[in-house]
Structures are given as structure tokens and as C-alpha cells.
């Protein structure tokens, strides 16, 4: 039986269940008595592919979860590489709950994380979706560690150099991150890879529009475009534009395992409103 596997006090995240509530609502996990000493345990549990693959309605199927939110707590610079084999769920399994949790996790692990996540990022062999994890969990990174950020943007510009041959949603998916840094910096290849018509509009908008929300200018001088008319596509653009009021409301839908599966387009982190 999986219980056996873990000693006290991890077997305590096999009881817990339901780990859906928000971010802001997540327990302390220390106070069930983990302390640095578990992290080999938790890194264990994390992929545990007996508790992943577990009933949807048990409470074991879930301690994944818990196990990646405590290494996060713990700071766990150990668990950056562990932690980053997981995105590939993302495209294999349409696992939301590693979209929506892992770049939190990381970021809160912080600087050590950086050169795990920018390896995978960089990687062409992962899927369009774990990138964008990876991408987010950089931009998370260096929002909660101002001593990374430098290195978060530099990492993430150095990836949209090769705006020519990614996928558009990929380049406005570093395009996301950037922008939430501030990072004016990089407006250079941001604008080279907009006017090379490389990146998505129904994700963050146009240049334009990057460029009055970094404070890079007052005011548009075209007409708005069509975001509707993106990569993306209409309902898609929807989608995401849902996605990011959830976030901003510190919400976190998704279910665990075949309780959690939706459409992998819902993943996407959208654009403001105020561009419908």
C-alpha cells in the first residue's frame, strides 16, 4: 500500500485531500512537522506515479500536490530539476494543476530554480505548453526574488531571440513575463519579434499595447487591431482572458488528475480586459 511508503510525518499528505483552495489558502505545511530534512522524501512523492495514477476520489491522489507546495515553502533548491520533469504533464495529460501551481512553487523556491527552468525552457524537444510553464515560472521567479530578476530577463530575452522559428503563442508567452517585470530592457527584441509578426496579439496584445502598459509610451497611434483575428482565435482569446481575471483573483479551478482535466487551451494566461 502506497501509506507504507511514506514514514510520518510525510504519510500526514496522504490524508489530506482536496488541495484545490487558493493559493492564499494554502496550509502551512510545517505544521505537520516537515522540515528540510524531508525534502528527499518530498522530492519522492512529487512524480510518485502510484499516487498520480490513484483514484480520482481518494485522498492519496492528491498528495502530489501538497508535496510540491511544501518543497516550495521549504525553499527547496533541490527539487528545482524534480519539480521541472513535471511540465511535460502539462502537454501529455493536460494536467492544469502543474500549469497553474508549478511556477508558484519555483518562484517561491526562487533563485536556485533558475538554471533548471531556463534549461528546460531552452530545450526544443519539450512541448509548446511545458515551455510556457517554464517561461511563467521565470517571470514568477524574478517577480518574488528581486536578486534574480536580471537573470530571469535574460533568460527569457535570450529565448525570444529566436522568435524566427518558435511558435507564436510561445513568443508572446515570454512576452507575458517580461512585461510583468518591467523589463524595458528587452524592448528591442520584443519589438523585433512584433514586427516580424512572431507574436500572438490574443495574449498580450500588440506593441503598442506592450508598450503603454511598461510605460514606453502615452498613447496608441493605429487603430486597435483585430485580437480576435490571433493565433489564437476568438474563442480561444476568450479563454484565456477568463484565465487571467482567475489569477488575478488568487483562484485556482482546476481538479486533480481526471478531476481536473479540461480543454488545454483554458492553461493560457490571458491578456487584460480592457483589450476585448
Not at 107 to 124: E, F, H, K, N, Q
Request: aromatic share 6%; hydrophobic share 35%.
Amino acid at each position: 500500500m502506497t501509506a507504507t511508503n511514506y514514514a510520518p510525518p510525510l504519510d500526514k499528505l496522504l490524508t489530506l485531500g482536496d488541495a484545490r483552495p487558493t493559493k492564499s489558502h494554502w496550509p502551512d505545511y510545517r505544521q505537520y512537522g516537515l522540515t528540510p530534512e524531508h525534502i528527499p522524501d518530498l522530492i519522492r512523492m512529487a512524480p510518485d506515479e502510484e499516487l498520480n495514477g490513484a483514484n480520482s476520489k481518494s485522498a492519496e491522489v492528491w498528495a502530489p500536490t501538497h508535496a510540491w507546495r511544501a518543497l516550495g515553502q521549504l525553499g527547496a533548491g533541490s527539487a528545482a530539476e524534480p519539480l521541472t520533469s513535471l511540465f511535460h504533464l502539462i502537454d501529455d495529460s493536460d494536467d492544469d494543476m502543474v500549469n497553474e501551481e508549478l511556477p508558484d512553487v519555483l518562484g517561491r523556491i526562487g533563485p536556485a530554480a533558475v538554471p533548471s527552468v531556463a534549461a528546460y525552457l531552452a530545450d526544443t524537444s519539450h512541448g509548446l505548453w511545458a515551455r510556457v510553464c517554464a517561461a511563467q515560472s521565470l517571470g514568477e521567479i524574478g517577480r518574488r526574488h528581486p536578486d534574480a530578476r536580471s537573470a530571469c530577463v535574460a533568460m527569457l530575452t535570450r529565448q525570444l531571440e529566436h522568435f524566427q522559428e518558435q511558435d507564436p503563442s510561445l513568443n508572446a508567452f515570454l512576452v507575458g513575463p517580461l512585461h510583468d517585470l518591467g523589463a524595458v530592457e528587452s524592448a528591442p527584441v520584443m519589438e523585433r519579434a512584433f514586427a516580424a509578426d512572431r507574436v500572438d496579439i490574443g495574449v498580450q496584445g500588440d506593441w503598442e499595447d506592450v508598450q503603454i502598459d511598461m510605460g514606453l509610451r502615452q498613447e496608441r497611434e493605429t487603430p486597435k487591431p483585430d485580437y480576435a483575428a490571433s493565433t489564437l482565435g476568438l474563442e480561444q482569446v476568450t479563454i484565456i482572458r477568463e484565465g487571467l481575471k482567475r489569477l488575478a483573483e488568487h483562484s485556482s479551478q482546476s481538479k486533480k488528475s481526471k478531476v481536473k482535466k479540461r480543454d488545454k487551451r483554458k492553461r493560457q494566461e490571458p491578456r487584460s480586459k480592457k483589450h476585448k
